[in-house]
């Protein structure tokens, strides 16, 4: 069976930082365009980050509230999907949300089970 599991997320305060990884399993992520998502309570799921699965070629996209602060980074040969959060808000706290996306086949969509970040004092 395809698995994505995420890891890394828990509790800190303001202006610290965090590090989420996403493990892939059952599928090869050399094909996949790969992104994190963020939902808090009584919001719509929005996408955080994005990378191409292009090795020529690897663009990454931020959403413009965490440009600047958050950094996505993929690794093929080891199934995992980084994504770096430095100067944490409050406004970041959310479950956080693993996506693995087929460049083609785009029907092949996958999801984490999601983990907890809370920003605070």
């Known amino acids: 069976q395809v ?3 995420e890891s890394g997320g828990g509790l ?5 930082s965090l590090r989420l990884s996403c493990k892939a399993s059952g599928i090869s992520l ?3 365009d790969m992104a994190w998502y963020r939902q808090s309570p009584g919001n719509q799921r929005e996408l955080v980050s994005e990378i191409t699965s292009d090795p020529k070629n690897t663009r990454a996209n931020y959403a413009a ?3 600047g602060r958050f950094t996505i980074s993929r690794n093929n040969a080891r199934s995992t999907v980084d ?8 406004e970041d706290t959310a479950v956080y949300y693993c996506n693995a996306k087929h460049r083609i086949s785009n029907e092949r969509t996958y999801w984490g089970q999601g983990t907890q970040v809370t920003v605070s004092s």
């Open 3 to 5: 698995m994505l599991v």
């Open 12 to 16: 800190v305060q303001p202006g610290g």
């Open 30 to 32: 050399t094909f996949y």
């Open 65 to 67: 509230s965490v440009q």
């Open 83 to 90: 994504l770096q959060m430095n100067s944490l808000k409050p």
